[in-house]
């Protein structure tokens, strides 16, 4: 899959961000109910873990929506087409006839 970049890569990147926000998350709850910390520094460490973990999502949504978009819309890159329709015609026959989709004879 394409997109802005390539989809294994933004999968692992938001894969660590969510853990990472969820142990920083756990961890500012653990220690506002052992009153280690201030109940403002714990609001403040949930939403920004809440506002990370909630956009790397996006981003791999639109990433992988826009990888597929453009794949439908242009098709595969690495594909380029026949300069002799004769040959990709015949191309064409072989490959069924390979296949046993016709019974059509390769000319």
């Given at each position: 899959?394409?997109?802005?970049?390539?989809?294994?890569?933004?999968?692992?990147?938001?894969?660590?961000?969510?853990?990472?926000?969820?142990?920083?998350?756990?961890?500012?709850?653990?220690?506002?109910?052992?009153?280690?910390?201030?109940?403002?520094?714990?609001?403040?460490?949930?939403?920004?873990?809440?506002?990370?973990?909630?956009?790397?999502?996006?981003?791999?949504?639109?990433?992988?929506?826009?990888?597929?978009?453009?794949?439908?819309?242009?098709?595969?890159?690495n594909h380029t087409p026949s300069a002799d329709p004769a040959?990709?015609?015949?191309?064409?026959?072989?490959?069924?006839?390979?296949?046993?989709?016709?019974?059509?004879?390769i000319v």
């Amino acid at each position: 899959m394409n997109g802005y970049l390539p989809h294994a890569v933004v999968k692992a990147v938001v894969f660590w961000v969510l853990t990472a926000c969820i142990v920083a998350s756990t961890l500012a709850g653990i220690l506002l109910a052992w009153g280690t910390i201030g109940e403002e520094l714990a609001r403040r460490c949930f939403w920004t873990a809440f506002i990370l973990s909630f956009g790397s999502m996006i981003f791999l949504l639109t990433n992988y929506i826009f990888g597929n978009l453009e794949q439908g819309l242009f098709g595969d890159r690495n594909h380029t087409p026949s300069a002799d329709p004769a040959f990709a015609e015949r191309l064409r026959k072989a490959k069924e006839f390979r296949a046993g989709g016709t019974d059509s004879k390769i000319v």
